[in-house]
């Protein structure tokens, strides 16, 4: 995906939140750290937009509730968490930006519940690459990209990676990083 | 083993002769046949020595070996075993024992005892002061004339100046040792290692070098009021060696000896806070160890002594603080003197040996003992190949004891043959007693 | 990261920042309604302590379980400990009870160098003897770069009686790595030999220090060391080197006091001032606490070699 694709479906995805929640009252974004954050913060941006709506946004590091705590030789890295309203009774729209076995939606859904009681917990994602190895789908998919389970799916978002794109490359030597490998 | 033997091509090394060439050596009915080429064996059983070194069995001034009292560490018999596999044929046997051997009795005791194990001569050492309380003095007469050369509350030190005056004065006319465990008490108080870098680096309550030399001076001073003859035990610090120095330029009669720890170690190989490290006293810093090489290669140290403090297992394998001192020493003595000394050239191996059992031999006024080896002479001698590689473990010792402070560590140099009065009480490096 | 923690030393300059770093994240689950996370689920710490420590057992204790660890509790109060069993046959039995992590306390330097011998789990140093107490020193860098924005350039006085404290061994070590400026302040009884090589400077005079240091850090200072005689009389050491609203004025704008605690008032700080570092107290507790979690989280969160 190149950035104008990026934005349009940002946009569509907004949309897609408010129709699905017929508005935008009671939703709350979650984004899943890290560029998930961001991403969760550019639609909220939009659903000020369309529908002047100021939706809470917060930041969910998922670290401690993967389930490969003490399989890997090193402790995984830790980001921020930021959720400074309560979750009780809201549609939590949890954004990530790539769905890949659905292990880390799995730990954040964990993980929110220790938050609080959410009313209902949508998923919006910016790609789909397939290779699901939980009961794990996304409510709102921005792009589709089908992916043998080797490759590498990259994606880069301005606030961190100053560009914005999606980049699927060649299997590499390197196991997988924290950040978009196990999604 | 027959009771001819004939030790073939060996460097024999003598430094009572100055001998230091490659010969034969034949022993019979407990005494040295003949040395040198062109000797009779006939019917001796021929040993081949071919790339060792031959020598005097080595004098040890200064071993703990636990018996009577604490027989769960080490027994006269054990002891004598673990010094013969370590080339000793002679070992002085300290008095703090329990019960503390203060009197003849005690001294004959333990004298029986070497006897009946016939693997190397014991001559135990008596206390100075009674129950090594540091306040009457002991029988020194009796127990001189009982056999005993050495005298010292080792262990601990004599702290009052009246007692040990009285000791150097009245022991005079006996020819005895007064040997001395010089540490000022007040000022080592609660002491766990040597007081410097490395004791605040590791939380532990140091005793500075200070406190050896102060008792070394004092005791100095006491010699040459007295005239008596002192010997410093255990040299730590490179102090002493100093005030060594000044006294051998007024030629007083007085001896010293260091372990083998002290002339390897020092106070940085505590970091790990390896219990079988700690002694007493404790491995001081480089700066000493280096003073301490230098003191014996120069001859104001004349002996080395290893100190053989045999602990239970249970014993130093508890917290740093509630573990006992001491480190076994007899059978890695001479390996780490090879290792450590003579290898990087800091003595020649002519006078290691000379320090390790003639020098010794002569304190102790033992003439069956340290050489010379030539006919007619008590045949106590050992051979060790000084090319020999093994490695310290905790199972290949012949004393009770493993707490060496070498455990794991790679040495050259090892015991192959030791002869007491003509019995070749180790043959291949395995004890045959 | 590495297995144990003896000591400060053992950590390297990255691997305090990120010990760090991670604790903020636990300080924020310290804030949540659930204060709990799943990462340590089925792990094992035990608390060794031969030494009675309330407040530090209760911060690994809660540390621990917030990680949702389980968490047993061995002290001097009950069990084996006070029946004489040595420290080697207690040290196979946590083995045997398959215990991930053993936090020791004890009054003998070395004696957590010496666990790590007798077991696989990771140990860490809660506070040995005189040498260090390396999760105190964490502890405090966290809340001095909380307050100060950074360490490196810091300048920190640590004032009082050097030689026999395991905290002001580990802060100096820790404060030195991250490029802090300390002064070692006290009488010279009270100073290791060879504090220099340390990486600090040391003054037996406290006034000319107070105006440049950020930091005050008092330690306390035993009344049996004055009956060992490391200095004449409680009045004389106050007097040269208590901490009195005086003193406090000449500190530099900002500047923090700390102490760890237990405070002797009158002797290393006055009445008058010891509500002073109370205050920074109540945030060591969360600090504590976080900083702990991070730490146990960082050791025990990677693969264990068994």
């Known amino acids: 995906m190149d950035e104008a694709e990026i934005r349009r479906a940002t946009i569509r995805i907004a949309h897609e939140i408010i129709e699905r929640n017929k508005g935008a009252s009671g939703v709350a974004l979650v984004g899943i750290a890290a560029r998930g954050d961001d991403l969760a913060r550019r639609l909220a941006a939009e659903l000020l937009r369309i529908e002047g709506a100021d939706v809470p946004v917060g930041a969910l590091d998922i670290t401690f509730y993967r389930d490969d705590i003490g399989l890997r030789s090193e402790a995984p890295e830790v980001h921020e968490t930021r959720i400074d309203f309560d979750v009780t009774g809201k549609t939590v729209v949890l954004v990530d930006d790539v769905l890949f076995t659905g292990r880390t939606i799995r730990s954040a859904l964990d993980a929110l519940v220790d938050f609080g009681r959410p009313q209902a917990v949508q998923l919006a994602v910016l790609v789909d690459r397939g290779h699901r190895e939980l009961p794990i789908r996304a409510d709102y998919v921005g792009k589709n990209v089908p992916t043998r389970a080797d490759e590498q799916v990259r994606v880069a978002i301005r606030e961190v990676d100053g560009e914005d794109a999606v980049y699927v490359g060649a299997p590499t030597a390197s196991a997988p990083h924290a950040v978009g490998g196990t999604s | 083993m027959s009771r001819r033997l004939f030790f073939r091509g060996a460097r024999v090394v003598d430094p009572a002769s100055q001998r230091d060439e490659v010969g034969d050596v034949l022993v019979g009915d407990g005494r040295i046949e003949g040395v040198g080429s062109g000797l009779d064996s006939k019917g001796a059983t021929v040993v081949d020595c071919d790339g060792m070194v031959l020598a005097p069995g080595l004098v040890d001034l200064h071993a703990h070996l636990r018996e009577p009292g604490r027989e769960d560490k080490e027994t006269v018999e054990t002891g004598s075993r673990a010094a013969a596999v370590g080339g000793y044929t002679a070992v002085c046997a300290m008095p703090n024992t329990e019960p503390v051997t203060d009197n003849a009795g005690i001294v004959a005791e333990v004298r029986a005892l070497a006897e009946r194990a016939g693997i190397c001569a014991v001559y135990p050492a008596g206390a100075i002061t009674r129950g090594l309380e540091g306040e009457a003095l002991t029988d020194i007469g009796e127990m001189a004339q009982a056999g005993v050369r050495l005298f010292t509350d080792d262990g601990r030190c004599v702290q009052s100046s009246r007692i040990m005056r009285l000791a150097l004065e009245y022991s005079r006319p006996f020819d005895v040792v007064i040997g001395q465990h010089s540490q000022d008490e007040a000022l080592s108080e609660g002491w766990q290692m040597h007081e410097g870098h490395y004791s605040a680096l590791l939380g532990l309550s140091g005793a500075p070098a200070e406190a050896e030399e102060i008792i070394v001076a004092r005791d100095i001073a006491l010699a040459r009021l007295t005239g008596g003859r002192l010997h410093i035990t255990h040299v730590s610090s490179a102090g002493t060696v100093e005030l060594i120095r000044q006294a051998a330029r007024r030629q007083l009669p007085l001896t010293a000896d260091v372990t083998p720890h002290h002339l390897a170690l020092a106070d940085e190989d505590l970091v790990t806070y390896d219990t079988n490290l700690k002694v007493n006293p404790p491995l001081r810093s480089v700066e000493h160890r280096d003073g301490l090489r230098d003191g014996l290669a120069e001859g104001l140290i004349d002996a080395v002594a290893t100190d053989h403090a045999p602990h239970a297992v249970e014993e130093k394998e508890q917290e740093f603080d509630q573990a006992p001192p001491g480190t076994t020493g007899l059978e890695t003595a001479l390996a780490v003197v090879l290792t450590e000394l003579v290898e990087p050239g800091i003595l020649d191996l002519a006078t290691a040996l000379r320090r390790m059992s003639t020098g010794p031999a002569h304190i102790l006024r033992l003439d069956d003992q340290g050489g010379p080896l030539e006919p007619g002479s008590a045949a106590n001698l050992m051979v060790f190949d000084p090319a020999a590689e093994w490695t310290v473990e905790p199972g290949g010792f012949e004393s009770k004891s493993r707490n060496s402070a070498f455990l794991g560590r790679t040495l050259r140099g090892r015991v192959v043959h030791t002869v007491f009065r003509g019995d070749l009480v180790v043959h291949e490096g395995k004890a045959q007693k | ?306």
Request: proline residues 5%; neutral net charge.
């Open chain 3, 1 to 306: 990261m590495i297995k144990h923690l003896l000591s400060v030393n053992d950590l390297s300059r990255e691997d305090v920042v990120r010990i760090l770093d991670t604790a903020e994240s636990f300080r924020e689950v310290g804030t949540r309604v659930i204060k709990k996370v799943p990462a340590l689920r089925g792990r094992t710490v035990v608390n060794l302590f031969y030494e009675n420590s309330t407040r530090t057992r209760i911060s690994f204790e809660l540390a621990a379980k917030r990680l949702s660890a389980d968490v047993i509790n061995f002290t001097t109060s009950g069990s084996s400990v006070a029946k004489g069993e040595s420290l080697k046959d207690t040290a196979l039995t946590l083995q045997a009870m398959g215990a991930d992590a053993i936090v020791i306390r004890h009054s003998s330097s070395g004696s957590p160098m010496t666990l790590t011998k007798w077991v696989h789990a990771s140990v860490l140093n809660a506070g040995d003897g005189t040498h260090e107490h390396p999760t105190q020193a964490l502890l405090d860098m966290y809340t001095m770069r909380e307050r100060f924005g950074r360490i490196e350039g810091l300048t920190v006085a640590i004032v009082g009686d050097v030689l026999h404290s395991r905290v002001a061994r580990s802060l100096t070590f820790g404060l030195s790595k991250m490029g802090a400026d300390v002064t070692l302040v006290g009488p010279p009884t009270l100073i290791p030999p060879d504090a220099g090589a340390w990486g600090t400077t040391v003054s037996h005079e406290l006034d000319p220090v107070l105006p440049k240091a950020e930091v005050c850090y008092m330690l306390r200072v035993q009344r049996e060391r004055q009956r060992q005689q490391f200095f004449p009389s409680i009045r004389e050491y106050a007097r040269l080197y208590g901490l009195t609203g005086e003193r406090v004025s000449t500190l530099p704008e900002g500047a923090m006091i700390m102490h760890p605690g237990p405070m002797n008032r009158g002797v290393e700080i006055a009445s008058e001032v010891a509500d002073l570092p109370q205050s920074v107290i109540t945030e060591q507790v969360t600090n504590g606490i976080a900083v702990r979690m991070s730490l146990l989280y960082l050791m025990l969160g990677g693969t264990q070699d068994v």
